[in-house]
C-alpha cells in the first residue's frame, strides 16, 4: 500500500465537510446545473484561502479557463431563472424587456438586475437557496478555567453568498462581487477536508467527482477513527449507496434490471478510475455478507500513512484540522474573530471593509484592547477546542508580537507568533 504525502499540496484547497459528507443528498437539492454549481462552490473555496475579508468576485472568463468551461455556454441565457421562478415564461420575457436596458447600468442593485445566464443563473441560486445536510450536530467544548461546558451547534443548512451584485467592468465585461456566508468560512477553517482541483477536473467529464469527494472524506473518518480501513461487519459500506455515487445505473435504457454482477464491475471500473486519476490511493477487497454467496460488501483500505496527520486527541473541531497546516488555521481564526470585532464596532451593512483601516486597527494595541483579548479567546476554542487556562499568556505573545511589529500586516505579525500545539 502507498503512503500518502505528509506535505500538503499547493493545488489543494478547503472543501466544506458538510458538503462531501452529504453530497448524494446535497446533489438531490439542485434541480438545474449541477456541475456547476459544484465548481463555484469549489472555486469560491479555493479563493477563500487566499482572502481574509470573505468577499471576493467570480471573473467568468477567468472561471471558464480554470474550471474548463466554454465562456459561451456561461453567457448563454438559462429559459427559466431561478430569480424568476414564480412567472410564467411569458412573464419573464416581458420582465427581460423591461430591464434589458438598465442592466449594464446597475452595479449594486441586485434586486433589479436579471440573473439569467447559465453562470448568473448558478450564482443567485447559491445566494438565495438554502442547502441542507443530513450531518447536524453539536459540540461541547469545556473552559479550562472556569471547568464549564459550552454548547456549540455546527451549522448544516445555509446559502454559499450572504450577498451578491453584478459589477460593470466596462465594454460589456461584467463581474460577479460577493460575500460569503459566515457559517461557510467558519467551515473552511474548522470542519473541512481537502480536494485537488486536477482530481476533480479529470473525473467531471466522467460524473465521478462526487465519489472523490466521498472518498475523501471517508480516508479523513477513518483517520480520526485511527482506522486504514473501512470495516466489513458493522459499519460497512453500501454497495448502493456507492453505485449512487459512481452513477451504477440499477435498470438499462429498456427498463431491465441490472444483475448485481454486472453493477459491481462497473462501479469497480469507477473506484479503479478515481484511484488511477488522483491522488487518492487504496485498495478494495470484497466480502460477504452472512448467509449470502456473492461478496458485495467493499473494504477500503487507505493504509496507515495519513493516520499521523491529524490530531485525534484535539478536542472540539480541532481534530478535523491537518497538523500541517494548523498554524495556518490558528492564524485564520484569530484574523476571522478581529474581522467580526471591527465588523461590530465599526461597520454597517454590506459595505465592503477598507482593508487599511482594518490593518491599522488591528495593529494598534491602544485601540479596542480588551475587546481584542476576547476576540482572541474565541478563536482559541476553534484552535484548542477550550478557552485554555493560559490564555491571557497566549494573547500576550499576541500583542507583542503587535507592539513589535513595525507596522507590518496583521497577518504577517501572527505568523511571528509562537502559539503553543495542543491543548495549551
Known amino acids: 500500500m502507498q503512503n500518502n504525502s505528509q506535505i500538503i499540496s499547493p493545488t489543494s484547497f478547503r472543501i466544506d465537510k458538510y458538503l462531501v459528507s452529504d453530497i ?48 459561451s455556454y456561461l453567457r448563454k441565457r438559462v429559459a427559466e431563472p431561478y430569480q424568476l421562478r414564480d412567472l410564467s415564461p411569458s412573464e419573464i420575457e416581458s420582465y427581460r424587456e423591461r430591464i434589458s436596458a438598465r442592466k449594464s447600468q446597475k452595479k449594486d442593485e441586485s ?25 447536524y450536530g453539536e459540540f461541547v467544548v469545556v473552559d479550562d478555567r472556569t471547568k464549564k461546558e459550552q454548547v456549540f451547534k455546527s451549522h448544516a443548512s ?63 473518518n477513518l483517520a480520526l477513527s485511527g482506522a486504514g480501513k473501512t470495516p466489513s461487519g458493522d459499519g460497512a459500506l453500501s454497495f448502493d449507496n456507492l453505485c449512487n455515487l459512481a452513477g451504477v445505473p440499477t435498470h438499462t435504457k429498456d427498463g431491465k434490471e441490472y444483475p448485481p454482477k454486472k453493477r459491481k464491475q462497473l462501479l469497480i471500473d469507477a473506484l479503479n478510475k478515481v484511484t488511477d486519476s488522483t491522488e487518492l490511493k487504496f485498495s478494495v ?42 498554524s495556518t488555521i490558528q492564524r485564520q481564526l484569530i484574523q476571522r474573530e478581529f474581522l467580526t470585532l471591527y465588523k461590530k464596532l465599526f461597520s454597517s451593512g454590506y459595505r465592503p471593509i477598507d482593508e487599511e483601516d482594518f490593518n491599522a ?20 476554542i476553534g484552535i484548542y477546542g477550550c478557552i485554555p487556562e493560559n490564555a491571557n499568556e497566549i494573547n ?15 497577518s504577517d505579525i501572527l505568523k511571528l507568533v509562537p502559539f503553543p500545539r495542543g491543548r495549551a
Open 24 to 71: 448524494y443528498g446535497f446533489n438531490g437539492q439542485i434541480e438545474t446545473d449541477e456541475r456547476l454549481i459544484r465548481n463555484i462552490i469549489y472555486s469560491v473555496a479555493e479563493d477563500y484561502e487566499h482572502s481574509l475579508f470573505g468577499y471576493g468576485s467570480i471573473d467568468p472568463a477567468k472561471f471558464a479557463e480554470r474550471w474548463q468551461y466554454d465562456p
Open 111 to 135: 434586486d433589479k438586475y436579471v440573473w439569467d445566464t447559465h453562470l448568473e443563473n448558478a450564482i443567485y441560486i447559491l445566494a438565495s437557496k438554502p442547502f441542507n445536510f443530513n450531518t
Open 158 to 220: 445555509f446559502t454559499l453568498f450572504s450577498s451578491i451584485s453584478a459589477v460593470s467592468r466596462g465594454r460589456g465585461k461584467v463581474v460577479y462581487a460577493y460575500t460569503l456566508n459566515d457559517n461557510f468560512e467558519k467551515n473552511l477553517t474548522r470542519y473541512y477536508i481537502r480536494g485537488e482541483r486536477e482530481s476533480l477536473l479529470q473525473l467531471r467529464g466522467s460524473g465521478l467527482d462526487s465519489l472523490y469527494l466521498f472518498l475523501t472524506n471517508l480516508k479523513v
Open 285 to 326: 477487497k470484497w466480502e460477504k455478507a452472512f448467509g449470502e454467496r456473492a461478496a458485495y460488501i467493499p473494504v477500503i483500505d487507505f493504509g496507515d500513512g495519513h493516520l499521523s496527520r491529524y490530531n485525534v486527541k484535539q478536542p472540539g473541531l480541532g481534530r478535523f484540522v491537518l497538523d500541517e497546516e494548523r
Open 361 to 380: 486597527w488591528a495593529i494598534d494595541n491602544s485601540r479596542s484592547k480588551e475587546e481584542k483579548a476576547t476576540a482572541l479567546k474565541l478563536a482559541y
Open 396 to 410: 500576550k505573545l499576541v500583542f507583542d508580537a503587535i507592539a513589535h511589529g513595525n507596522g507590518r500586516p496583521f
